[in-house]
């Protein structure tokens, strides 16, 4: 009976995931068939004068751009069930390839991040909550909310102008040292050049976190159990200890499994002022370079990597959390 | 502070904010109106000088006022950001009137809002610049059609709940139409929520104007919008102008700031019992 249900609901799960990837492909290509930019253009760069109408004919044919829209759709598409996304047209190489490396590196600053954030978004909303009202409550909670209306991309700029060009204890950018083979670069020379973004990263992603956890703690705390607790002479830090972490810390993960879409969207911003050569950084280039494989492969892969998150975060909720798992597996 | 927490009430205090912050949004529109095209002059002579009093937030590369490009590029961001909220606040109203229609129709509303929400933003904003071709109007679209979805699963939740509500039933059996419910009972109902949802809009679009901007897919370079402003003073990074990227920012975050404190004091007015909370 449990095992039934287990299997209804990951095959529920793999039934949404496919329908999703299909509507957003549709989606994203619909998008992208609109677009202005001629890709034969956008190709060939600043060399177009020196490229007759001939040679020009030549290319859209090689890549099929006189088929209609619905059978571009259906060629990418079939390519795409057999595991090919393209050739990168920016790259020069498979997208899957590119995709693969790109993420890698992404998620070395993503993961970092999402780790940090996570942690001390917890612990000063947990601070928060436990005091209040009081001045470090207050002080706290303005920061989360300067936080939330800060753009990204400032911060990483702010960050650059004060460690790196300042004081010069960091990089000003690049995923490794200028001039140095990628795989002569020492473990630490590489921690270095992460310092920075990952810190501009974790900095912006506490602040959700830090008010949700501040939110629920408030709300255990004017429970009865906790009266009860206080009657019986637990204050404070072992209060907290014994009651609150355990009702709070599973909403707080959840919630951060959830915001891998956020996380994505902030890498994209830290990648581009610190050059660091991820994924963000591919999907702008993509789309200023009109490189489409590319584009509409990173569209997919970060959908399913969404998706994962939000799966994650459903999941813990149900294993974790006996009453919602009664509820409905 | 605390005398004057004691002399006015939550009502008072609460009214005052949004006077305020309402002043301090129409100051930076009317300053930003009024900077003609000769205070955005090139000054050569007057290049790269750091912040001083005759010139705020300093000059640039050019000898432009950085004062001015600021105040300039605060308004365009705030005329973006104001289009594009309203837009996805009708968007939003569309959608969560739809959804009451029938249970097809509002599953097929949560399926869009869930694949919608399922795209990172800031993807999803690349593509539909991307479609549109960047500009003023990609940027306007792109945002309109990113920050609906939020919005209108509150305001779905809402409709579901004004819908089993007697009186909407009373009004059925009488024989009124969808339409004359909608208009009737539904949409009088959603308006502060739309209203508030709408100001709480404002920051994200104004954020991701920025972002966006910033990354090369919005405004054009012509335009000093913030996003411009900054990507510009990456290049001047190393020379140690930290000006240009400072006050801009700045400027930016403080916009941003006020209007969250807006919306956030309106929902407090119109909404007492969510708004309070938090």
Not at chain 1, 79 to 94: C, E, K, N
Not at chain 1, 282 to 297: K, M, S
Not at chain 2, 264 to 273: A, E, G, S, T, W
Request: proline share 3%; aromatic share 10%; with cysteine.
């Amino acid at each position: 009976m449990h095992y039934q249900r287990i299997a209804l609901y990951i095959f529920k799960k793999i039934g949404k995931l496919i329908t999703l990837l299909v509507a957003v492909s549709i989606l994203s290509f619909t998008l992208i068939s609109l677009s202005p930019i001629d890709p034969v253009r956008s190709y060939i760069g600043a060399d177009m004068t020196r490229v007759g109408p001939e040679q020009r004919e030549n290319i859209a044919e090689y890549w099929g751009l006189n088929e209609s829209k619905v059978q571009k759709f259906l060629n990418w598409g079939s390519h795409l069930l057999q595991g090919d996304l393209g050739t990168s047209l920016l790259y020069r190489s498979p997208v899957t390839a590119i995709i693969a490396e790109r993420f890698l590196a992404s998620l070395a600053l993503m993961g970092l991040a999402w780790v940090f954030s996570g942690l001390f978004g917890f612990l000063i909303g947990s601070i928060a909550g436990m005091k209040e009202g009081t001045w470090i409550d207050r002080i706290i909670k303005g920061y989360c909310y300067t936080l939330a209306s800060t753009p990204a991309f400032w911060l990483g700029l702010l960050l650059v102008m004060i460690f790196s060009v300042s004081l010069g204890w960091f990089p000003i950018g690049l995923g490794t040292p200028a001039g140095v083979l990628a795989g002569d670069v020492s473990l630490l020379e590489r921690l270095r050049h992460l310092f920075l973004p990952t810190l501009t990263l974790s900095i912006v992603g506490v602040a959700n976190v830090a008010l949700h956890t501040r939110q629920k703690l408030i709300e255990v705390l004017n429970s009865d159990y906790i009266r009860y607790a206080n009657a019986k002479g637990e204050h404070g830090f072992k209060l907290f200890l014994r009651h609150g972490i355990k009702n709070i810390a599973l909403p707080a993960i959840s919630l951060h499994f959830a915001s891998f879409g956020e996380l994505f969207g902030g890498a994209v911003l830290t990648e581009q002022v610190f050059s660091y050569p991820g994924l963000g950084q591919a999907v702008v280039q993509a789309g200023l370079g009109g490189d489409i494989p590319l584009l509409l492969g990173i569209v997919l892969f970060m959908t399913i990597f969404v998706f994962i998150g939000n799966l994650i975060a459903d999941i813990l909720y149900k294993v974790i959390d006996p009453r919602i798992r009664k509820g409905d597996f | 502070m605390k005398g004057i927490t004691k002399k006015f009430n939550l009502r008072q205090r609460t009214i005052a904010k949004i006077i305020l912050a309402i002043l301090f949004l129409i100051a930076i529109i009317v300053s930003g109106l009024l900077i003609g095209n000769d205070k955005l002059s090139i000054q050569l002579d007057l290049k790269n000088s750091a912040p001083s009093l005759a010139h705020l937030f300093g000059t640039d590369w050019l000898g432009r006022d950085m004062l001015a490009r600021t105040l300039k590029g605060l308004t365009i961001s705030l005329g973006v950001g104001l289009l594009a909220a309203i837009l996805s606040s009708l968007i939003a109203l569309a959608f969560s009137l739809l959804a009451s229609w029938n249970k097809t129709m509002d599953a097929m509303i949560t399926w869009l809002i869930d694949m919608f929400l399922s795209v990172p933003h800031l993807v999803l904003l690349i593509l539909i610049s991307f479609a549109v071709g960047g500009g003023f109007t990609g940027v306007v679209i792109g945002l309109s059609l990113t920050h609906w979805p939020s919005l209108t699963r509150l305001l779905r939740g809402e409709v579901l709940q004004i819908k089993s509500a007697e009186y909407v039933g009373i009004s059925r059996r009488l024989g009124k139409s969808r339409w004359w419910i909608a208009r009737h009972h539904l949409i009088p109902h959603l308006l502060p929520q739309l209203f508030v949802g709408m100001v709480l809009l404002f920051p994200h679009a104004i954020l991701h104007e920025a972002a966006i901007t910033f990354l090369g897919f919005g405004l054009s370079t012509e335009q000093p919008a913030i996003g411009i402003i900054l990507s510009e003073s990456m290049r001047y990074l190393s020379t140690g102008m930290w000006w240009l990227a400072f006050f801009p920012g700045l400027s930016l975050l403080i916009m941003v700031g006020i209007f969250d404190i807006l919306g956030k004091n309106i929902r407090k007015l119109i909404d007492p019992f969510h708004g309070q909370k938090g």
